[in-house]
């Protein structure tokens, strides 16, 4: 039986001929890739917010990878995630798998034009943003005054990322809009719709530290050379 716990992988650093075994989530780190699949709370967003400032630190040419497959999550800690995006040197592409609900669907479009992607079956849905108050009524208009500048920023972002006119976005997400993956790329959320590549029966074999990266320049995403060197190991660890 299969243990319980993060699976380990073997993992060879760009430009060093050694393997280590790291767990799945470092590995995927290490290439750059970022997994938005849950709701989106303050820890969550820390370590997210941890993640994008590391790797931008260590190359900020290299392009970052948001996989985003979530319900969205507290409004705060959403917009620290969208605003720290915009800010990187790093571009950063977003690629939907499954759905992309509320904030989700904004960090989605929030990528870097031309390197926003869903899978063919994703679906995406964005409305206004919401809040609670409680209170004096003083504290409960003041509340609903926030919300509201928040919701104009956010339209006034979204018109900018999707190419929009800020008051269409205003009437279409009145109340909650769903889109599926065509009517997202007609929309301007996403820049293509991408299907996983075919691979054959006889295809030869690669070694597991080039992988996902092989997977992603199917996908047109990254260039291999970008990440490894020409000369490689010729095995995993066993």
Partial sequence: MMPIGTP???YRVPGEGTWQWVDLWNALYRER??????HIDEEFSNQILATMLYLDSIDDNKRLYFYIKGPGGDLTPSLAIYDTMKSLKSPVGTHCVGYAYNLAGFLLAAGEKGNRFAM???RVALQS???AARG????????AN????????LFTELAKNTGQPVEKVNKD????????AQEALEYGLIDRIVRPPRIKADAPRKDAGTGLVLYLNALKLIDPNEVFPKERASQAPL
Wanted: aromatic letters at 8%; charged letters at 30%; proline letters at 8%.
């Fill in 8 to 10: 380990r992988v073997p």
């Fill in 33 to 38: 890739v970022i997994f938005i699949g849950q």
């Fill in 120 to 122: 063919p079956l994703s």
């Fill in 129 to 131: 943003p919401a809040g």
């Fill in 136 to 143: 004096q009524a003083d504290d409960i208009r003041n509340e």
């Fill in 146 to 153: 926030e919300l509201l500048r928040i919701r104009d920023y």
């Fill in 173 to 180: 997400l009145s109340r909650m809009k769903r889109f599926n």
